[in-house]
Structures are given as structure tokens and as C-alpha cells.
């Protein structure tokens, strides 16, 4: 059974940082795409960062490059999210979610984690 289950969630001030995890079972993360996603209330879900399970190329939402970084521990078998510089508009739920290689959708959730950043 998979599972995806996402830490490191709360409350910070603007520009302060915070460090998301998404520890995997069930799949090896290293030949999933993994993804972080993000959800405000009243907003569609949008996609944050991604890691490609091969190439271990990144992508980055516009709105985070260069304060947001993604990582992976193949030996934990975790994601990471790196949030520095946040600002209030990052807050959300975030989500972690794995892509099979065959897969052009993600096929399994976590259950997501609130970042509340207060101005």
C-alpha cells in the first residue's frame, strides 16, 4: 500500500522559512516524478516544484523560483521542500504527490500539511 505523508507544516512570520518532508512507502521514490502542490483557500490546486525521476531535473512555480528548493533522500526514501523568504501568499495546504514514469498524472496523494505565513 502506498503512502505518502507530509511533515513540517506551520505557522511562520513573513520571510522566515520552513522545511516540508514527504516520506514515501509502498513506492521508491527515486523512479517516481515527485511533486509538491499547494492549495489556498478559494484557489485551484496548483503545482510548486517537481523533481523528475530520472534526471533529477527541478521545476519551479514562477512565484517561488529562487526561494524554494527540492530534494530528494533516496536512502530515506523522502522529498523535501526548502521555503525560504515566504510570504503570505504562500500559505496553503501543501501536498506531496508521486508520477509513475508511464503515468502522465500523479497517482498517489498525501494527505498535506498547512503553511501559514503571517504578515
Known amino acids: 500500500q502506498v503512502q505518502l505523508v507530509e511533515s513540517g507544516g506551520g505557522t511562520v512570520q513573513t520571510g522566515g522559512s520552513l522545511r516540508l518532508s514527504c516520506a514515501a512507502s509502498g513506492l521508491t521514490i527515486s523512479i517516481y516524478t515527485m511533486g509538491w502542490f499547494r492549495q489556498a483557500p478559494g484557489k485551484e490546486r496548483e503545482s510548486v516544484a517537481a523533481?523528475?525521476?530520472?534526471?533529477?531535473?527541478?521545476y519551479f512555480v514562477d512565484s517561488v523560483k529562487g526561494r524554494f528548493t527540492i530534494s530528494r533522500d533516496t536512502v530515506k526514501n523522502t522529498m523535501y521542500l526548502q521555503m525560504n523568504s515566504l510570504k503570505p501568499e504562500d500559505t496553503a495546504v501543501y501536498y506531496c504527490?508521486?508520477?509513475?514514469?508511464?503515468?502522465?498524472?500523479?497517482?498517489?496523494w498525501g494527505r498535506g500539511t498547512q503553511v501559514t505565513v503571517s504578515s
Open positions: 523533481i523528475s525521476s530520472r534526471t533529477g531535473i527541478t
Open positions: 504527490a508521486a508520477r509513475p514514469e508511464s503515468s502522465k498524472s500523479y497517482d498517489y
